[in-house]
């Protein structure tokens, strides 16, 4: 992928700028780890927003694209080991979607390690604390995503371009008319 | 967006907890619970010591009836842990339970955040994410499914005895399934059993016997569980029965077989006894095998190997018991909950080289030595050497295969006792010198402490210090022939080389080596060591993360006999009281299909793993089976028109909430 195509890296506000994390985590393996990351008391970055869902196969691709839509700068999904999944075979779909995605985010030029999936089973507290510090590390040395932002200069870039096509077919309509 | 299911625009209250210092002491509570109140659709807005206490839940009830709040938020610790209690907190307050929102303030943000700033502003993006999803609640209710009033223990050792048997005496049908050919489990094999040195076999065997003759108890034993499927109240169970050879209705236990096999010697290792004795190739485990039933060995048995004996075992058996030609059978049987009673497996002390087992042949693990004390072991009762000898010198080396970040990091706590047991068996049965090697010594629990205090005047050598080596290699004359135990004695200071006899590694307890399969099986958790894992390990010690199943005793974690009667009675009294309703309520988190927007596209189908999805030919829509769903929404992510939605779960309070999370910047605060 060209260099040219990378959103990101707004090199704007870094000063106070700490990425914004959404993770959806399974509720019979990562949200437990998590909860179990807080019993044991594993500090970790305080970057990440959990959006408990009842398994990794819940995660709509559209969730993804949302979060990113709205604001995060990483995605992160995290689901029962294969085989383990609580509803059979929930994580295998959400590999599926995973694949998908990933060649539509990096389409649109949103770098791989913005989105992850990770299998973090009840017990493995420990693995969610390195997971999501790993995460923010790899985000900060990414710098901003900032897609609203982006959206923003998008439409105001579009808005003259926009305004000249309405009006070319004005001028069309009232010819023919 | 759908219309929230609230008259007009919704009436939030929003209550932020404390938890004493757990949430109040990293996050600002005040400052979020007063940025909450400036939230789009927030009618109150407080803060709160204690949600979870009377006083807090009233709050709630209170301000329902005073604001006229249609939906609720309490900022406190995880959905896991009390969700249920402030839906049962909303409900008493006149609302539909399921208009509650939880935000995790502890385990999600205080617990693992020690900066103030940071936690409070991550505590106030995730509030803002609950008051624009709970906005999209609708008023649910809670399914119930009828359960099946029977339960199937798994595992035929004390704990799934003690368990099998209160589930039995309290008039429930108890299907116990064991993989060994008789119940008994570990606690079978043991001679004595500390600190009060009853005889194992006198307390356990009425109660296998008990088990066999109970009328309310289905036990197959040699068998194992093959397939799960269904859910809490509803299991569909498949066991396995493995041929024994033998049909069961017709042998009487007189053993006449085994004096006629054609293998006059017993050369096969013997199982039961570790090893330390032999047996043919049709055998009964040992005197009180539980149920009184022969049983062949494929691997041994000449017949079953080639074919071609001259079955004088079949000849002797006057009853015509025996039958080469049985094949496994499986059984399939319903029931309402599951207790996994699967126990634990004694550390292989040959992965520790330097202690020479399996070497020297004079290093015993204790649960050989447990066979040698007892009257009905190898050897009548009598502890002798491999050579016949009585041991003058014998040395206990504690914590083999445990507190080792070399094999396993766990304290095993049942080895300082039965190593103090031992010591006094061996002492009393051979008046030999006794040293225990220990690191520390662990005796909590009634009377072990005074049994330790006993053993110490009965003139048993301590020496504190972990043994680096047993070797043969002698250096002077009184250590030649022996073993010798080369150890620091960290309280003189000094390394020291002890001359032995015999040498008893004190193994540690470990999860079975198929924990891993047999979790799957029954879709529950391990902790990271391998033993199952409970659903909390102080409130719900018994439970696991899958409605209907329980644990008990060794498989969730090492634990000494009366710890794993006690657990074994609680999975029962938890067994009984799930089944005793009569019904279960399930989470109302199913899947549901708006017929309208269904395109017939067919693509959920194959998606469900539970076949609750089926297509209608004749309006050519999808229709979800709600008794069968589980609720995983793996359907609902999948829908291409977006006419499959999840209760609890659906897009637009997913959206919302990912909304709420980003609009920290339209919001003013």
Known sequence: MSAHTQVGAVPAAVGTWEPRIVAFFCNWCTYTAADLAGVSRMKHAPNVRIIRVMCSGRVDPQFVLEAFAKGADGVLIGGCHLGDCHYVEGNYKAIRRVQMLRRILRGMGIQDDRFRLEWISASEGEKVKRVINDMVDKLRALGPLGLPRRFQEWDRELAPLEQAVEAEAKEASAHAG | ??????????????????????????????????????????????????????????????????????????????????????????????????????????????????????????????????????????????????????????????????????????????????????????????????????????????????????????????????????????????????????????????????????????????????????????????????????????????????????????????????DFRQIAEFEDIEVGSIILATGFQAFDASRLPYYGYGRYPNVYTALEVERLVNASGPTGGEVVLRDGRKPTAVGIIHCVGSRDEKTNGWCSRVCCMYSLKLAHLVREHTDATIYNFYIDMRTPGKGYEEFYDKLLTEGVHFIRGRVAEVTDWSRSPEEAGKLVVRVEDTLVGTVRRIPLDMVILAVGLEPRADSQEVRRLFNISCSTEGFFLERHPKLAPVNTFTDGIFIAGACQGPRDIPDAVAQAGAAAAEALALIDAGHVELEPNTAFIVEVECSGCKSCIPLCPYSAITFLADKKKAAINEALCKGCGTCVAACPSGSIRQNLFEDDEIFSEIEGLFARDAVVA
């Open chain 2, 1 to 322: 967006m759908r219309d929230s299911g609230a008259n007009g625009t919704p009436r939030i209250g929003v209550f932020v907890c404390h938890c004493g210092t757990n949430i109040a002491g990293i996050v600002d509570v005040k400052a979020v619970a007063e940025y909450a109140a400036g939230l789009p659709g927030v009618v109150v807005s407080r803060e709160y010591k204690y949600m979870c206490s009377d006083p807090g839940q009233e709050l709630i009830q209170r301000d329902i009836r005073d604001h006229r709040l249609d939906r609720i938020i309490v900022a406190s610790c995880s959905p896991l842990l009390h969700e249920h209690t402030f839906r049962e907190a909303t409900a008493q307050g006149g609302l539909n339970p399921y208009f509650l929102q939880m935000v995790n303030l502890r385990e999600n943000v205080s617990w693992v955040n020690d900066e103030r700033g940071p936690a409070t502003e991550k505590s106030k993006d995730l509030v803002r994410a609950a008051v624009y999803r709970v906005a999209h609640h609708k008023a649910l209710q809670q399914r119930t499914v009828p359960i099946t009033a029977s339960v199937l223990v798994v595992g035929g050792g004390i704990a799934g005895i003690h368990a099998a048997l209160t589930l039995a005496n309290a008039g429930k049908k108890v299907y116990l399934v064991e993989r060994e050919p008789t119940i008994g489990g570990h606690m079978a094999m043991f001679d004595k059993t500390f600190p009060t040195l009853d005889c194992a076999a006198c307390i356990l065997t009425p109660k296998m016997s008990a088990v066999k003759n109970h009328p309310n108890i289905t036990l197959w034993t040699y068998s194992e569980v093959v397939g799960v499927d269904g859910f809490v109240g509803n299991f569909k169970i498949k066991v396995k029965q493995k041929p024994r050879y033998i049909k069961e209705d017709l042998c009487v236990g007189c053993l006449e077989c085994i004096a006629a096999c054609i293998h006059k010697e017993a050369r096969f290792p013997d199982g039961f006894n570790q090893g330390l004795s032999k047996r043919k190739p049709i055998y009964i485990p040992f005197p009180q095998a539980t149920p009184q039933l022969v049983l062949f060995d494929p691997e041994a048995c000449i017949q079953l190997k080639s074919g071609r004996c001259r079955q004088s075992c079949a000849e002797a058996c006057d009853r015509k018991a025996i």
